[in-house]
């Protein structure tokens, strides 16, 4: 079993900036991606960034260019900074990893992006 510990959400406004933090400790040998994935209210959660086994950086469209992702290896931490936020960013942030056909997720974290 997975653990996470995740931080960094909160309230800024349109244009601001945001850098959320998840690191995951306990089962995690054979990790295939990590990354996020969020859930705005009423909408099915979606892919915003992952880390893939090799160093692949994979991106949905809609942040591309104004999200990065980044993965400190020894230390199974995953960072998402997130820069020129907009309204429609606002959701809950899902940490996740993958180990190739199982997924564990994190609590999830509030990103509200609000004037």
């Known amino acids: 079993q997975v653990q996470f510990v995740e931080s960094g959400g909160g309230l800024v406004q349109p244009g601001g900036s945001l850098r959320l933090s998840c690191a995951a400790s306990?089962?995690?040998?054979?990790?295939?991606?990590m990354g996020w994935y969020r859930q705005a209210p009423g909408k099915e959660r979606e892919l915003v960034a992952a880390?893939?086994?090799?160093?692949?950086?994979v991106y949905a469209d809609f942040v591309k260019g104004r999200f990065t992702i980044s993965k400190e290896i020894a230390k199974n931490t995953v960072s998402l900074q997130m820069n020129s936020l907009k309204p429609e960013d606002t959701a809950v942030y899902y940490c996740?990893?993958?180990?190739?056909?199982?997924?564990?997720w994190g609590q999830g974290t509030q990103v509200t992006v609000s004037s």
């Open positions: 306990g089962s995690i040998i054979g990790i295939y991606t």
């Open positions: 880390w893939r086994r090799g160093g692949t950086l």
């Open positions: 996740y990893v993958d180990f190739g056909g199982q997924t564990d």
